[in-house]
């Protein structure tokens, strides 16, 4: 096998690996073999100014006979988080976050600033900065720095930097949120107290811990024919994507890493379920057939039954929902959390699962139901884990003690 050819410079500049102003001024270069097997020595184009690492990125990441690609040496922040964004084929509604946090916050303080100039001590000092301004919650944060680390990884990647400033930086702090657990008394009174037209959906939430969208998006063809399962595989949209439009989308959060999950229906659900249909006919409906790396006006439709509508014949949207169904209820049953807020509807979620996990149901049987990972359900209710210490603990412990030997016989010989 051929060995790769490696970038030199030929001049006796003191500075050739750290190009500095006003120092070396020259391009580096590499043996060049043609097709007739005479070598000769080719320059990389425009690779004044870069370092000895960069120009060999350049050169490894070439076909054979291409012609190098120059390193530009005042590349900045901004073109290359251009770049990089134009190339993610993420979903759309993903794009249009990373767009925003690049726009917003990431091209105001890095844009005019040269790629490889960036400097870990700098970028620890901007997690410091993002960490003390109040402005900023930490979670917008945190998202904001994840795009920056994507951005410069694929920098390094692509031979634009020769090291990662974001390498080994710890991200700015995100504190626990504290999720509101609902009382069976106060999950019966929400769906006594919901507008019959709307009033299983919350029942959806907190007897199968669904995610909103899904629950808005339950169709005849997701309950299985005995009632007793329920496939959960779509969920209604309303964004960029839909036309700012509620949606039916064959597509789950966690797409395409899992696109369906099975959880129990309890009885209950079933009969009001069954009650429902009786008194609210399902209405058939377009549903997007999604498919991984294309947007929704390239995919294919199909035809599904939904069966949570509007009195005006459209999907539900959590803007309405939330605003004319939810709070409002809630304000009227007079349920806050400690700090006096209105818990959400993934509230009810968070209650489903701290309710199977206290009462000892598996962790990777929670996980299959919800569609998380059991190493996401260990970091989110590592406290609930903690619970069973009195039950499997117990049981562990009696496993391991000491074993307990009967007193042989007296006057038997061994």
Known sequence: MARKPTVYKRCECPDQNWPKKGGCNHSWSYNLTNSQGRRTRASIPDSV?????QAQAVLDGMSSGATPEPVPANLAFRQWA???LSRRRSKECTVVKYEIAIRIHLNPRWGSQRLRTIKKAQVEAWVQEMEADEGIANSTAEGHWKV???IMKDALQNGKITANPTYEVEGP????TDSYVFSPDECWAIYDEFPERYRPIPMVGFACGVRQGEAFGV???AIAADGKLLTVRRQVLRSKETGNRPGLVDRLKTSPRLNTKDVPL???????LGEYMERFPPQSTETVLWEHKKKIDDCKRGSTRALFWTARGGLVCRNYFNEGLWKPTLLKLGIKDENGNLP???DLRHTFISTCLQNAIPEHTVAAWVGDTVDELRRTYSHLL???TDTHGAVAGSLTARPTHSPSPVGIAA
């Not at 100014?49 to 690492?53: K, R, V």
């Open 219 to 221: 169709c005849v063809d």
């Open 386 to 388: 903690k619970n069973h």
């Open 266 to 272: 309890p009885p209950y659900l079933q009969d009001v």
């Open 49 to 53: 100014g870069a370092t000895q690492a």
């Open 344 to 346: 959400t509807f993934h």
């Open 173 to 176: 702090y995100v504190s626990a």
């Open 148 to 150: 920056f680390q994507m």
């Open 82 to 84: 251009a770049d990089w």
